[in-house]
Nanobody, 127 residues
Framework: VQLQASGGGLVQAGGSLRLSCAASGRIFATNDMGWYRQAPGKERELVAT???????NLSDSVKGRFTISLDNAKNTVYLQMHSLKPEDTAVYYC??????????????????????WGQGTLVTVSS
């Protein structure tokens, strides 16, 4: 399974961006997908997650400004970011927990739940 993130870039404070992350490969089912970010000199932190059933979790720092959504048919998660602030500047990483198809015992079977990370996309918010 591969996660391909896109949509990062440079934006002025108060602006908007939308990040996308598409999962591809031998996917049986997606349990949840989400976004983390890591600013220079800081640890990676949770931004938002959403389950395939639509249960979402957003960090307090982005509530009211960011929304997360998941297109189950496309195995793609979106992060819509509004009212961006300079402190939102970071590399944003896509994360997913996915069941894949595995070839075993003469047939195809779902795997155990596995975690995957995307390559990261840089979001820079200028003041």
């Amino acid at each position: 399974v591969q996660l391909q993130a896109s949509g990062g870039g440079l934006v002025q404070a108060g602006g908007s961006l939308r990040l996308s992350c598409a999962a591809s490969g031998r996917i049986f089912a997606t349990n949840d997908m989400g976004w983390y970010r890591q600013a220079p000199g800081k640890e990676r932190e949770l931004v938002a997650t959403t389950s395939s059933g639509g249960v979402t979790n957003l960090s307090d720092s982005v509530k009211g400004r960011f929304t997360i959504s998941l297109d189950n048919a496309k195995n793609t998660v979106y992060l819509q970011m509004h009212s961006l602030k300079p402190e939102d500047t970071a590399v944003y990483y896509c994360n997913a927990h996915i069941y894949t198809w595995v070839d075993a015992l003469g047939g195809m079977h779902p795997s155990a739940l596995q975690e995957y990370w995307g390559q990261g996309t840089l979001v820079t918010v200028s003041s």
